[in-house]
C-alpha cells in the first residue's frame, strides 16, 4: 500500500486511457506525456499502460507500508528519501516507512511515479485514469489517500538510469496544417507558421492554451462541431490557439487550424506557463 | 466524391453533404471497420476517424470513398427508446416566442416527430438527437446557464439534447426527465448512442 501524505497541486491516477469511445462521447484521457509513463513502467519490470502517478509541478510526498521498487520520469525535479537526494529515470527501491518526496520541477510540469506491480485502481471504461472533462475514473488524489499496489508480472530491466532528451528551452511543435486552414485568413496562417506563442497559466489537462498574435478568420461563420483530435489547435474566437491534450473534449465547435504531430505532443504537455513555443509545418509524410 | 481532409498525422476528417449522409456513413464504417481504426466519431456535418501507429492511411481513405452508403437498409433492428417527459422548462415560453408557435402546440409538436441520434458529444452520454419538425429549430439561448439540471430536454439548431448531469448549458430548455441517460453499472453506459430511434412522450405532472 501507497500512503500519500501530500498530493502537491493536481496528483492524479493516469495510465493510456480510453481510446475506442468517442462515438460515446467519452474521450481517451491518460497520461497527457504517456512517453513519460511508459518509461517509468518499463523501468520498474511493469506493463507499459499500468496505472501510476501524474503530478502536476511537484511537491508530492508518499510513503510505503511495504518495500517497493518506484521510477520518476518526465519533469525533472529534486527527489528525495528520507531526505537524500535519489535520481529520477531509474528504478528506486523504498522500504517499508520510507519517506520520497518530490519538489518542483526544474523544467516541464508533469512527473510520473510508476510502481512496481502498478497502482491497482478500480478501472472505468477500460482505464484508470482520472479524465478531468468528463469526470470519469478517480477523483484526483488527495492527502492520506490509500493506493493498493497490484501484483508484479514482469522482470525487472537490467537498467540502472534510463537515458532520456533533456525538455528543451525553445519548444518547436511539428503540425501538420488542417483540418480548417482556410477558416483563417493568409496572414494569419503565416502568423501561425512564423510567429512565436506564450504558453499560458490556464493550461490544464485538456489544452495548452496559447498567447500570441491573435490569429484571424476570413469570416465569422459558425463552425458545426465536429470530432477532435489530440494535439488539435484549436481557435477560439479571441484567435489565441489551445493545443488540445489528453483530456480534451470529444467534439469541438471551433475551427482547428493545424493538428501536432503525435512524438510531439508530449513536449506540448510538459510546456511551462511562459514558456516561448514556434510550430513547424511538416507534411504528412514525416 | 467525399472530401477527405486530414486530422494530423493520425486522423482523417470526412466532410458529408448533409447530417443523413454523417449517418450513413458512421453506420456503414461501423459496419467494416477498416483494420487500424481507432475511433469513429460523426457530427453535424463530419465524420472523424482517428487511426493507430502505423495504420495504412491510404488504405483508409481508400475505404471511406468506396463507402457506398446507397445500399444500406433501414435500421430496423435497434431498439426505440421512449423518453417520458414533462415539458415545464424555462426556455419553452422564448422557443414559442422565438418559432412563433403557441406553447401547447410546441409541445405536441415535439413529442410527435420520430428522432433518431445522430452523433454523441459534449458530455458522456450527452445525444444530440435529429429529426423532431424543422419548425422548432432554435438558436442556442444567448447566455448560457452555468447550471442546467440533469435530465433536461433541451433545443438548439436542428437538435434535441438532454442534459445527462448537472453541468453549464446554452440550450433551449423546454423539460424534463428521469430517463437516466449515462450509467456506468450499464453494460453500455450511454442510453443513446449514434443511430438509435428515439421518441418523446409528454407527461403531465
Given at each position: 500500500m501507497i500512503e500519500v501524505l501530500r498530493a502537491g497541486a493536481l496528483t492524479t491516477v493516469q495510465d493510456l486511457g480510453r481510446p475506442g469511445l468517442a462515438h460515446l462521447g467519452v474521450g481517451r484521457s491518460g497520461a497527457v506525456d504517456r512517453p513519460s509513463l511508459r518509461l517509468a513502467n518499463r523501468l520498474v519490470g511493469n506493463d507499459e499502460g499500468d496505472a501510476g502517478l501524474e503530478v502536476t509541478f511537484g511537491g508530492l510526498s508518499l510513503t510505503t507500508t511495504e518495500p517497493v521498487i518506484v521510477a520518476l520520469t518526465g519533469a525533472p525535479g529534486a527527489v528525495k528519501v528520507n531526505g537524500r537526494g535519489r535520481d529520477m529515470f531509474a528504478p528506486l527501491a523504498l522500504a517499508a516507512g520510507d519517506v520520497l518526496e518530490l519538489g518542483m520541477p526544474s523544467r516541464g510540469v508533469r512527473t510520473y511515479v510508476a510502481v512496481r506491480g502498478g497502482l491497482a485502481v478500480e478501472s472505468v471504461l477500460g482505464s484508470a485514469s482520472t479524465d478531468l472533462l468528463s469526470?470519469?475514473?478517480?477523483?484526483p488524489v488527495r492527502d492520506g489517500d490509500r493506493i493498493s499496489v497490484g501484483e508484479v508480472h514482469g522482470d525487472l530491466p537490467g537498467v540502472d538510469v534510463a537515458p532520456v532528451r533533456t525538455l528543451p528551452d525553445q519548444v518547436v511543435l511539428r503540425v501538420v496544417l488542417g483540418p480548417r486552414d482556410n477558416w483563417f485568413t493568409p496572414d494569419a496562417v503565416d502568423d501561425f507558421r512564423r510567429g512565436r506563442f506564450e504558453a499560458t497559466s490556464s493550461s490544464d489537462r485538456i489544452g495548452v492554451r496559447l498567447t500570441g498574435q491573435p490569429l484571424t478568420r476570413r469570416n465569422a461563420d459558425e463552425l458545426p462541431s465536429e470530432g477532435m483530435v489530440e494535439g488539435a489547435v484549436q481557435v477560439p474566437p479571441d484567435g489565441q490557439p489551445v493545443v488540445f491534450l489528453a483530456d480534451h473534449p470529444v467534439t469541438g465547435g471551433y475551427p482547428v487550424i493545424a493538428v501536432v504531430h503525435p512524438a510531439d505532443i508530449a513536449l506540448a504537455a510538459q510546456l511551462r506557463p511562459g514558456q516561448a513555443v514556434r510550430f513547424e509545418v511538416a507534411s504528412l509524410g514525416r | 466524391m467525399r472530401e477527405v481532409l486530414p486530422a494530423g498525422h493520425g486522423g482523417l476528417l470526412v466532410e458529408c453533404a448533409d447530417l443523413t449522409d454523417v449517418m450513413n456513413l458512421h453506420r456503414a464504417l461501423e459496419a467494416s471497420?477498416?483494420?487500424?481504426?481507432?475511433d469513429i466519431v460523426p457530427a453535424a456535418r463530419t465524420v472523424l476517424v482517428t487511426l493507430s501507429d502505423g495504420a495504412p492511411r491510404a488504405e483508409v481513405v481508400a475505404a471511406i470513398h468506396a463507402?457506398?452508403?446507397?445500399s444500406l437498409t433501414e435500421t430496423a433492428d435497434r431498439a426505440e427508446v421512449v423518453v417520458p417527459v414533462?415539458?415545464?422548462?424555462?426556455?419553452l415560453e422564448d422557443v414559442a416566442e422565438l418559432t412563433g408557435i403557441p406553447v401547447d402546440e410546441v409541445v405536441r409538436r415535439h413529442a410527435a416527430a420520430d428522432y433518431v441520434v445522430a452523433f454523441t458529444g459534449f458530455a458522456p452520454g450527452f445525444a444530440y438527437i435529429a429529426g423532431g419538425d424543422p419548425a422548432l429549430h432554435v438558436p442556442r439561448r444567448a447566455t448560457p446557464r452555468t447550471r442546467v439540471p440533469a435530465g433536461s430536454v433541451s433545443l438548439a439548431g436542428e437538435f434535441t439534447g438532454i442534459y445527462p448531469r448537472v453541468g453549464p448549458g446554452g440550450w433551449q430548455l423546454i423539460g424534463r426527465t428521469d430517463v437516466v441517460l449515462w450509467d456506468l453499472q450499464r453494460e453500455s453506459p450511454a442510453l443513446l448512442t449514434p443511430g438509435t430511434p428515439v421518441r418523446f412522450e409528454a407527461v403531465t405532472s
Open positions: 469526470h470519469l475514473g478517480p477523483e | 471497420r477498416p483494420a487500424g481504426v481507432v463507402v457506398d452508403t446507397r414533462t415539458y415545464d422548462g424555462g426556455d
